[in-house]
Structures are given as C-alpha cells and as structure tokens.
C-alpha cells in the first residue's frame, strides 16, 4: 500500500465518521396557554387535574412542554 492510498483511505474513514456521528434534534417543544377571567385560585384546582393527566400520558413539563397561565386583573 502506498502513501497516496493510506492517505485516501484515511480521509475517507475521517469524513464518513463526521457524517454519521451527528447530533440528535431537540424536539419541540409546545406551548398550552390559557387565559381565563377567572381568580387564579378559582381554577386551580382544574389546572392541577389537567397537569396530573398530562404526567400520567408521559409528558414531562420543561422537556416536551411548557404551560403558562396569564393572570387578568379587572381594572377598579
């Protein structure tokens, strides 16, 4: 084997290496929001059922969702 072969073979190995040791995608990430006209302690009980059964279907807050409720203050 000659060096013009050993080189090519090398080079060859480095970038099929390169290629296939690519990182994994993030996945997605989704956004449940939800704005009600409510008291924050009126539907807290709700949102606490809809959190536990979000958990129990496997998705995990942070990683695969994110949940964010607006609080709305009427003006006096």
Excluded: H
């Excluded at 390169?18 to 409510?38: E, M, P, T, V």
């Excluded at 924050?40 to 958990?55: D, H, P």
Aim: overall charge positive; hydrophobic content about 45%; charged content about 20%.
């Amino acid at each position: 084997m000659n060096r013009r072969t050993a080189m090519r073979r090398l080079a060859t190995f480095f970038l099929t290496s390169a290629s296939l040791a690519q990182a994994q995608q993030a996945g997605k990430i989704f956004r449940i929001g939800f704005l009600d006209g409510s008291t924050a302690a009126g539907s807290a009980v709700l949102w606490k059922a809809f959190l536990q059964e979000l958990s129990k279907l496997g998705w995990i807050e942070g990683k695969e969702y994110r949940f964010r409720v607006p609080v709305c203050r009427a003006k006096a």
